[in-house]
Structures are given as structure tokens and as C-alpha cells.
């Protein structure tokens, strides 16, 4: 290599690798295309996260470079614990995993590019890696420690192809990664435990192999009545309720179109799946139904689901129109319909298709949904007392929407009877988590020791089911009021990466990240929130009010803060009164700020306490309280 402009230096390697996928492709070119591309997606967005650049990406793999060995270890886990959420419920033979390397060693730098054996090594760790598993070198295994909780399985020193030495090499014990080599080797392998929770782990794993065993040599199958469903969550159906999608009709005329019509239902099917509550019916199932004239009503009975999700397609050389309809399986009433509407090109198929399922995975199924609406609906014609557990995790998003106090008490004293109903309903302590934070936040309902149980409960949740979006969403709010900045960031990336379609999560992380002062990854965040569903409270815009804002664009911050039209929240108010004075309109400020003081009489002494609450920057606090100043609010000057 031409050593000019070529530097040297240290780096964390991080290789991954599809397994399997000419198999994917040979099978069906089209779902292994658009999987590989989405979980690539998934990656990059991780990579970034973690301080990462990605240096490489040859057709299914992909290499990124690190500054750290902690933070490429911590990527390689979230990836493949993101990758196994997004796996849940496909057909073993439809499944795409990866095999990930991560090397710390001296590499060549040119351009965008990275070479030498620190490379080489990370790619030979990859391949001698399990699907879903990670492999990393002596050198990271040193770097890494005890600072991350994780077991490690010594592999010894490994002979490595091209490579002079050999590599002391370990397996990273992820679930999958775990489980398919222990299924290959006997158990006589040194475990070691960097975390605090040894024997524990030790444990689990010992018991874990007996149970491997006792399966591969039982002589009787095992009855029905040894496993508990209700007390297993893998097993546990969810808790809400059951849709079918049942496959878009191809109205194109050409038989050749089919593909996009199949593809767009597997990826509406793949996104509902990431929704906790909700039971999907696999494609297996709906798929018989193809191209039959079918009763709903009867549908629905035959498959036990109360809504069903039924299109088309037509597409001509340059536009294409999908229709999407859900219907109430149990009356055979519409409850939403909408039509798409693009313009096609050669290039920008794919992306249509990904847009559309995304919009309408979200419209139905997303907090603020059609199906959790309907659901709500229905639950306040009851007596709280009689309310499911389901039930009341549908009170918790009637409060996100309205933000009272009187919702923000029902809902809290319906989910408080629900958790000493089921202590391990997970969306339901994750919810409850919410609410506590909210008693301190917002101030509803306040109580002792409000943000202390928050975080109690949402650890509980987190501990209990890691790739539960709600769980690790009440982690990140609760980690934000508590201003631990450092633990708000990974919980919330994780939230979002669990689901990034559904958009009560992202305009969640969005308006809090915004706050924190990380303005342009908020304000994103919001807005593909904002288009991905239109049925979502006005609280959304606050976080491009204060975009807008912090910049002097205040008719623009005028415009987002009419948006959010939620009378009996103070910051419709206060937005409305900074945004007017600063635009010199006084009399609409003053307004504004009597309608403030009618609905929080001691704003102006509180006012300073609120924002910082919100971890707004210092100069962006001074800057809307002399918002309020002008607005003819008598704020005073801050004594701490």
C-alpha cells in the first residue's frame, strides 16, 4: 500500500455478517433484500449511538471502527439483542442473524477506509461465531473487564487463518449465542463472570444445560399439564387484543405486481409484531386466505381476533395507491380507512413500501392508535374496580394524552391494583413507573418519594423483559427527571431502536432529548413522530416550539405553540405568552399569561423550578423567562 496519507493508530474492529442469507435469497429475493437492508438500518443507527463509524459494508456485512473496545462490546450486544426483538415471531427458516467479531488492535487509516491484521483478526473472530452470537479477542476481553455485566465462555487460543499468532478468543454469552453452543458442546467449558452476580448466572446456566439434556433424552414427550403458560412470559400470549392482516390485493392487473402487494403485508404483519400488546396472527395463517371473498364476522371467529386489517395495490409505470382499511371483526364496522397515494420511480420502490407499512403499523397500533382508542372507548363505560390489566395500561395512555390530574389518578389507581393483581405484567409497571415520574414532573397527584419508585418499578420492568419497549421508555423518563443524563441517553436510543414505529416513543424521546439541548436529534425524532400518526396530542410540538425558539425564530415558535391546543396544560400558556411577547404582541401575551396564572397561580415564583426540571440549558431558561418578563409576568430573579 502507498504508505502516503496513510495513518496508524488504535481501534476497536466491530465485523458482522448475515448467516445463511444466500439461502434468504434463493428462497425469496425481494423479503431477503428489504430484511438485510432494515436490519443494516437497525445497525448503523446503533454504531452511531456508541460513538462508532461505519468503515465498510460489503453486500450482507458490514465493518465499523470504535474508540473504545467498551463501546464497540456494548454496540455488538445491543445489536444483537435489537436484532433478536425484530426476529421474534419469524419462521426459524425465514430468520436473518448475524455473526459479529469485535478486535481491539493497531490499524491503517487512508481515507475512509481501514486495513491491517486489526481488521483481518475482527473479520476470522466473526466467522468463528455462532448466529446471534459475538466473539471478541484477549485484547477487548482485557479492555472490557468487569465494566459491563455480562458472562464470557473462554474459547482458548484460536488459529486464526493469515494471522501469525494465535488468538485467545471469547464468546459473549447473548441468549442465542449461549444456548446454540451449548447445544454443541458438552458442558465442560470455563465460564467466567466479570459482573457481580456470579453464582446466580453459574446457576442459570448449569440449569439450563440439565434442561437441554433432559429434553434430547427424555423417552416421554412432556404434558401439557408441566408447563404453566400464565407464569412463563415467553409463553404468555399479550395481553390485548388479537388483528389478522390478511393479504393486500394486487389490483394492478398484472400478476408480476404480486410481490409488492405480499411485501407490503409482511412488513405491516413484521411492524405490528413489535407492538408488546398486541397478538398478531402469523403469515402462515392469513396467508391461506388469499384472493378468497371472505365474512368478517366469521373470519374473525374462526381465528379469535377482534380486528382485521385488509388493502390493495394498483400501480401503473409512475404512481402506485395502496388502500388500507381496519375493520371491528365483531360488528364488520370500518373503524379507519385511508389511501396512499406516490409517485413511482425506478429507485424509490423499496421506500415506498417502508413508508406506507410504517404510517400504517403506526395510525393502528402505535399508543394513540385506532386500536388502543377504540379499546379506551369501550373501558370507560366501566367501573375502574373492573377494569383488565390491559385495560388500565390504556387509562396510562389516556393521561399521556390529556395530561390531568384527574386522568393521571384514575389511571394510577387502576394500574396500582393491576401490579398487586400480576406484579410481572411488564407494560403495566412500566406504565406505573410513568405515572410516579409524572406525580414529580408534572406535579399530579404528588406523593412521597415519587421519583425513587419511579425508578424502582421501571428497573423491575427492564429486569424482567429488556426488549420490552415500554419498560425501557419508563427507564429513560425516569432517568431524565432524576437529570442522570448518562443513563437517559442509552435507555431511550434502546427504546427507540426497539420499535422506531411507534411514535408515542419517539415524540417521548424526542421532546426530552430536545430539552437536554441535543435540539437537531429531538426535533427529528418528533417529526417522523408527527408523520407517522396523525391522532397525537398537541403536547408533540412543544419540542419545535422550543427549536424555534431557542433560535429567535419566534413567529415559527408562535405557529408550534397554536399547535398544541391542550388548554389545561401550563405550557399551552406559557409557550403562548413567550412567543407574543418576544413578537412584541403584548395584549395576546397578557392574555395568555392570565389564562397561565388560572391554571398555576404561583407560576411566576415557580417558574425557574419548572424549566430546570425540564433540563433546559441555563442560557435557554434566562431566555423564556424574559419571555414571561415581557410578556408582563413578574418573574424574580432565581435564589438557587
Not at 134 to 139: A, F, T, Y
Not at 551 to 571: C, F, R, V
Request: hydrophobic share 40%.
Amino acid at each position: 500500500m502507498d504508505s502516503e496519507g496513510v495513518e496508524r493508530r488504535l481501534a476497536a474492529i466491530l465485523s458482522a455478517d448475515a448467516v445463511g442469507y444466500s439461502r434468504l435469497m434463493a428462497r425469496d429475493e425481494v423479503a431477503a433484500l428489504r430484511t438485510l437492508t432494515a436490519y443494516l438500518d437497525e445497525m448503523r443507527l446503533l454504531i452511531g449511538q456508541h460513538r462508532g463509524r461505519e468503515v465498510g459494508s460489503a453486500g450482507d456485512s458490514l465493518l465499523a471502527e470504535f474508540p473504545s473496545a467498551l463501546e464497540a462490546t456494548r454496540c455488538a450486544v445491543e445489536i444483537q439483542r435489537v436484532l433478536r426483538a425484530r426476529n421474534t415471531g419469524v419462521p426459524s427458516d425465514r430468520k436473518m442473524e448475524f455473526r459479529i467479531g469485535v478486535h481491539m488492535g493497531d490499524v491503517m487509516v487512508k481515507g475512509e477506509q481501514i486495513y491491517g491484521d486489526g481488521v483481518n483478526i475482527a473479520a476470522r473472530l466473526e466467522g468463528l461465531t455462532d448466529p446471534g452470537g459475538i466473539s471478541i479477542s484477549g485484547e477487548v476481553h482485557g479492555q472490557v473487564g468487569n465494566k459491563l455485566d455480562l458472562a464470557y465462555e473462554d474459547l482458548g487460543e484460536q488459529s486464526l487463518k493469515n494471522i501469525p499468532q494465535p488468538v485467545r478468543v471469547y464468546s459473549v454469552q447473548t441468549d442465542t449465542a449461549a444456548a446454540a453452543r451449548r447445544a454443541k458442546r458438552p458442558p465442560t467449558h470455563r465460564i467466567r463472570r466479570t459482573g457481580p452476580v456470579a453464582a446466580a448466572v453459574a446457576l442459570a446456566i448449569g440449569l439450563a444445560s440439565a434442561g437441554l439434556w433432559q429434553l434430547t433424552h427424555q423417552s416421554e414427550p412432556q404434558t401439557a399439564a408441566s408447563v404453566d403458560v400464565e407464569d412463563d412470559r415467553v409463553l404468555a400470549l399479550p395481553r390485548g387484543p388479537a388483528i389478522a392482516v390478511l393479504p393486500f390485493t394486487n389490483m394492478s392487473g398484472d400478476p408480476d405486481q404480486e410481490y409488492f402487494a405480499d411485501g407490503l403485508t409482511e412488513d405491516i404483519l413484521t411492524g405490528l409484531s413489535r407492538f408488546s400488546q398486541l397478538r398478531v396472527i402469523g403469515r402462515n395463517t392469513t396467508f391461506r386466505y388469499k384472493g378468497q371473498a371472505l365474512d368478517i364476522r366469521e373470519l374473525g371467529r374462526e381465528l379469535d381476533v377482534r380486528y382485521v386489517l385488509e388493502g390493495s395495490v394498483r400501480r401503473s409505470a409512475t404512481e402506485i395507491r395502496v388502500t388500507a382499511q381496519l375493520v371491528d371483526a365483531s360488528s364488520d364496522t370500518q373503524l379507519w380507512a385511508e389511501t396512499y397515494d406516490r409517485e413511482l420511480t425506478a429507485s424509490n420502490l423499496f421506500a415506498i413500501q417502508d413508508d406506507i407499512s410504517e404510517r400504517v403499523v403506526a395510525t393502528i397500533a402505535d399508543a394513540f392508535g385506532i386500536i388502543a382508542r377504540t379499546g379506551l372507548a369501550e373501558a370507560r363505560t366501566s367501573e375502574t374496580e373492573s377494569l383488565s390489566a390491559y385495560e388500565c395500561v390504556l387509562r396510562a395512555y389516556a393521561y399521556t394524552a390529556l395530561h390531568t390530574a384527574a386522568a393521571h389518578l384514575q389511571a394510577r389507581g387502576c394500574l396500582e391494583r393491576a401490579v398487586t393483581e400480576d406484579p410481572d405484567y411488564v407494560d403495566a409497571l412500566a406504565q406505573l413507573a410513568y405515572l410516579y415520574r409524572e406525580e414529580f414532573h408534572h406535579g399530579f397527584n404528588p406523593r412521597a418519594g415519587s421519583l425513587d419508585r419511579a425508578l424502582a418499578l421501571a428497573r423491575r420492568a427492564v429486569e424482567l423483559d429488556p426488549t420490552n419497549q415500554a419498560a425501557q421508555l419508563a427507564l429513560a423518563q425516569v432517568h431524565w427527571s432524576r437529570r442522570e443524563l448518562d443513563g437517559f441517553f442509552p435507555a431511550a436510543d434502546r427504546a427507540v431502536a426497539l420499535n422506531p414505529n411507534e411514535a408515542k416513543t419517539l415524540a417521548s424521546v424526542g421532546l426530552s432529548t430536545t430539552l437536554a439541548g441535543r435540539w437537531d436529534r429531538g426535533a427529528a425524532l418528533i417529526r417522523k413522530a408527527i408523520a407517522l400518526n396523525p391522532y397525537h396530542p398537541g403536547w408533540y410540538y412543544l419540542a419545535l416550539f422550543h427549536d424555534h425558539y431557542r433560535k429567535g425564530q419566534y413567529q415559527e415558535a408562535l405557529d408550534e405553540a397554536q399547535k398544541i391546543n391542550m388548554p389545561e396544560l401550563w405550557e399551552t400558556s406559557s409557550t403562548l405568552a413567550q412567543a407574543y411577547a418576544q413578537l412584541g404582541r403584548r395584549e395576546q401575551a397578557q392574555a395568555a399569561v392570565a389564562q397561565l396564572l388560572k391554571l398555576y397561580p404561583d407560576f411566576a415564583v415557580s417558574a425557574w423550578r419548572e424549566f430546570r426540571k425540564r433540563n433546559l440549558p441555563e442560557a435557554e431558561i434566562a431566555h423564556l423567562l424574559d419571555g414571561l418578563r415581557k410578556a408582563g409576568l413578574p418573574v424574580p430573579e432565581p435564589t438557587s
